[in-house]
């Protein structure tokens, strides 16, 4: 692999849209319908999942947050959609979207950045 290469993806915490337009997404892309049918904010609308530039994908949820199923069904996603390199899922079980930013010394959010620091480093 080239040095210039993307080797790994990692979301933490992601959104993804729903079928409910959001006024936030509206806006920051003027032109969308700001819901799950532009590829831009729904994996499941994105022809090119399969092309995803890199070997493998990590993602964080948080056992409590309300987009935690927007970010396992993205993992479902990749693996069922011919995508050929790894993904793993980390759930920071009983914490809340972006616990880690509110209380970034507490234990789980140490083992979040492990994790995060771990995938990184990895050889």
């Not at 987009?67 to 993904?87: A, P």
């Amino acid at each position: 692999m080239d040095s210039s290469e993307v080797h790994g993806l990692i979301l933490v915490h992601p959104f993804f849209a729903n079928n409910e337009p959001d006024e936030l997404i509206r806006f920051l892309y003027p032109g969308s319908s700001g819901s799950d049918n532009d590829p831009r904010l729904s994996p499941m609308e994105d022809p090119d999942l399969d092309k995803l530039g890199c070997s493998q994908v990590i993602v964080f949820v948080a056992g409590k947050d309300w987009l935690k199923s927007r970010g396992v069904g993205y993992c479902e996603i990749l693996k069922n959609r011919g995508w050929e390199g790894t993904v793993e899922l980390v759930e920071s079980e009983g914490e809340d979207h972006c616990f880690h930013l509110f209380n970034p010394h507490s234990e789980k959010a140490v083992l979040l950045v492990q994790s995060l620091a771990s995938f990184i480093n990895q050889d």
